[in-house]
């Protein structure tokens, strides 16, 4: 099926589990594929298959993918009837929910394709490695590694994927600079939608195992040479490729700014869920108020005012972390954001310097555990204090 022709120089096209992007004029492409990657002049297509299901699916085309892209590659393309020379990226994100973004200025058009999943393999540039690769093989660095490696190959749901096309020539340096501003673009997206890392206690940068490809017009006309964020070819770039990887997570992961809004997500990269805040904060309560609070949970950790108030201390431990704050300052800014997290959830603000108090009981430092007990315990003690006055006078 045609979903769309663009500067009369790309169709893009979608068929089964598969999204191509075929050439109606040549391009020059760069890409991350395995197979006809890094920069080629010679390719017809670039395209996006689904290898998979997202989770608990180690079908034969995924394992092709993996063990022998070559073979995978081929199967491809004589199951569609597409010429091999072309790029191949793949993923276990469904091409029904892929996003295509256009953005153009005067004569300049780019075209960004994505598809995007990040539930289970969203990472940070940085993150501790999990394989060496010596002598063409990737072997697991340690024994929880390798005992894992198979849960993580049949568990998929986290690849970005982005094709981007501009209906302009570039020269080398700048068709190499729109991988970086494209990258930079879907970090964006997932800082705004406040993905974390599933490997460490930081925000994700992206996935895994994100791949790329670029291809732009060959023209005669003069190439451009700047692909930067004060280039307006930059910034096309920029927007095209954060809103489509934005639409992208939002249809195969439900990921929106609405359901980002969680005490709990806030603070799951710091290693806790959903059943450990609810059984921690109300294991601090009375009885009464700990049925209270389960059962309720959902409307304090969706509570608009608690999450700016989980936000901003999660937020100000980072600070700390970085070391943009002294870590001497960390007692009065635990303490006191800390108690404006007890406000927002009793609705007290009057109140402040009591949670205040009573938090200055105990000792927090920057560990993940002791920051969140801070959490827990600000949560406590405001739910604690919610209803007394209306209980003391009914």
């Keep these: 099926m045609l979903l769309g022709k663009f500067y009369n120089g790309i169709e893009i096209h979608r068929n089964e589990k598969l999204i191509y992007v075929k050439f109606l004029v ?5 890409s991350t594929c395995r197979i006809n990657g890094g920069i ?11 290898a998979c299901e997202p989770a608990g699916h180690c079908s034969k085309s995924h394992d092709l993918a993996v063990r022998d892209p070559e073979a995978y590659f081929r199967g491809i393309c004589e199951r569609h009837d597409l010429k091999e020379n072309s790029a191949l990226l793949g993923t276990a994100a469904n091409m029904n929910c892929a996003s295509i973004k256009a953005k153009s200025f005067r004569e300049l058009e780019v075209v960004a394709i994505c598809t995007a999943g990040v539930e289970t393999n969203a990472g940070r540039a940085g993150d501790p490695a999990g394989v060496y690769e010596e002598d063409g093989r990737f072997e697991p660095i340690s024994e929880e590694v390798a005992a894992s490696a198979e849960k993580m190959v049949c568990d998929n749901n986290g690849t970005i994927n982005t094709i981007l096309c501009i209906n302009k020539a570039l020269t080398p340096g700048a068709l190499v600079r729109t991988v970086v501003t494209a990258t930079e673009a879907k970090t964006a997206a997932l800082w705004e939608l406040n993905v974390n ?32 964020k004060h280039t307006k070819l930059g910034e096309l770039i ?10 992208a997570l939002h249809y195969q992961n439900k990921l929106t700014p609405q359901n980002q809004r969680s005490v709990v997500i806030h603070i799951e990269r710091f290693g806790t869920d959903s059943v450990t805040v609810k059984e921690t904060v109300a294991s601090y309560l009375s009885g009464e108020k700990a049925a209270l609070f389960r059962n309720n949970f959902i409307g304090v950790d969706r509570d608009p005012v608690t999450v700016a108030a989980v936000a901003a201390l999660v937020h100000l431990r980072d600070k700390l972390v970085w070391k943009i704050l002294p870590e001497s300052c960390l007692p009065e800014i635990f303490i006191t954001y800390g108690a404006h997290l007890s406000a927002a959830v009793a609705g007290k603000y009057e109140r402040f310097p009591v949670y205040r108090d009573k938090l200055a009981r105990y000792r927090f430092d920057l560990s993940n555990q002791s920051f969140l007990e801070l959490v827990y315990r600000a949560i406590a003690i405001g739910f604690e204090d919610k209803w007394e006055f209306h209980e003391k006078n009914s």
């Design 26 to 30: 040549p391009h020059r492409v760069i």
């Design 238 to 247: 920029g927007l095209a490729v954060k809103e489509a990887v934005t639409e």
């Design 40 to 50: 080629r002049d010679d390719l017809d297509a670039v395209f996006n298959h689904q």
């Design 197 to 228: 890392s599933r490997y460490s206690d930081g925000l994700a940068t992206g996935t895994g195992t994100d791949q790329i490809a670029v291809a732009s017009m060959m023209a005669d006309n003069k190439p451009l040479s700047g692909a930067g």
